[in-house]
């Protein structure tokens, strides 16, 4: 019911359900600019994000602002076309850095599909696993990767994590060509 994003963050503030709220620091709402064209959807805050209240600013966070730079995209621009808003599914950080767990993401994808309503991207870019799962309903991020499907009545785009990049270096190719679609789209 949350009407603007001030009551949804507050509604998400106030969520008493999920246990994950009591181990973390903070809640992680959002970065970037609400009036964007794309919506990045990631999975859960990490140590860093806990710290800073903000999503993906650790190295993946760092990886993932150059990856968007590469395609004039970023997350400061107040530039609707070359900004980008980014969340995750669980706003707050799960225990050692855990996936968070099949009935935490449930309970938390109705606030994502609000957030979606509110922000109303043209397009959405879903970073991992678990955000795959939330929103497509399967995994296998590999095998998911830069093929587009839809949700929400929007294109959606899974991509691998910039986490995932950082561990496995070959996957940037497959990284750069999803990035290049995501790019195209935003052209047409």
Request: aromatic share 6%; proline share 7%.
């Amino acid at each position: 019911a949350a009407a603007n994003l001030v009551d949804l963050k507050q509604a998400l503030a106030s969520y008493p359900h999920c246990k994950l709220k009591q181990g973390a620091r903070s809640l992680v709402f959002a970065d970037g600019n609400p009036a964007a064209r794309v919506m990045i959807i990631g999975e859960a805050p990490g140590r860093d994000e806990d710290l800073a209240c903000r999503p993906f600013v650790g190295r993946a966070g760092q990886l993932l602002d150059k990856m968007l730079a590469a395609i004039t995209l970023d997350r400061t621009s107040s530039d609707s076309a070359q900004s980008v808003y980014i969340t995750n599914i669980v706003p707050w950080r799960p225990p050692q850095n855990r996936d968070p767990r099949p009935e935490e993401i449930a309970m938390m994808v109705p606030f994502v599909a609000r957030h979606v309503a509110l922000i109303n991207p043209e397009v959405i870019v879903l970073m991992g696993n678990v955000s795959c799962q939330a929103v497509l309903g399967t995994r296998g991020i590999t095998r998911l990767r830069g093929i587009w499907a839809e949700a929400w009545e929007r294109p959606v785009l899974p991509m691998l994590h910039p986490a995932y990049l950082l561990r496995k270096a070959e996957a940037k190719r497959e990284a750069w060509a999803d990035l290049l679609a995501l790019r195209a789209r935003l052209v047409v």
